[in-house]
């Protein structure tokens, strides 16, 4: 099945920028939507931004103007660029990808890990 690995979150003051980054691997057969779920303590996962194979990007309202997501097809990544952050972005960042394999070829979602992102004084 389809691994994600997350990587780029830690502590940072507000105004300030992180890049997550996230790599896909496991016989990767097809990729299409890959995105950015955030989680904060006592609340729901919601939906950061998620951009299709052909680039085309969605955001949350919050992260508008402030965060750009991207992907690189050939290394089968994608990225999070987080600039002005807010302590409201504080949270548990999840890398998402649709994807299928060779053994399992059928679309499904995939989850990452998580990493932390802090936003503090």
């Known amino acids: 099945q389809v691994q994600l690995v997350e990587s780029g979150g830690g502590l940072v003051q507000p105004g300030g920028s992180l890049r997550l980054s996230c790599v896909a691997s496991g016989g990767i057969r097809t990729l299409s939507d890959m995105g950015w779920y955030r989680q904060a303590p006592g609340k729901q996962r919601e939906l950061v931004a998620d951009?299709?194979?052909?680039?085309?990007?969605d955001y949350a309202d919050s992260v508008k103007g402030r965060f750009t997501i991207s992907r690189d097809n050939a290394k089968n990544a994608v990225y999070l660029q987080m600039n002005n952050l807010k302590p409201e972005d504080t949270a548990v960042y999840y890398c998402n990808a649709v994807g299928s394999t060779w053994s399992r070829p059928y679309p499904s979602p995939y989850w990452g890990p998580g990493t932390q992102v802090a936003v503090s004084s």
């Open positions: 951009i299709t194979s052909n680039g085309a990007a």
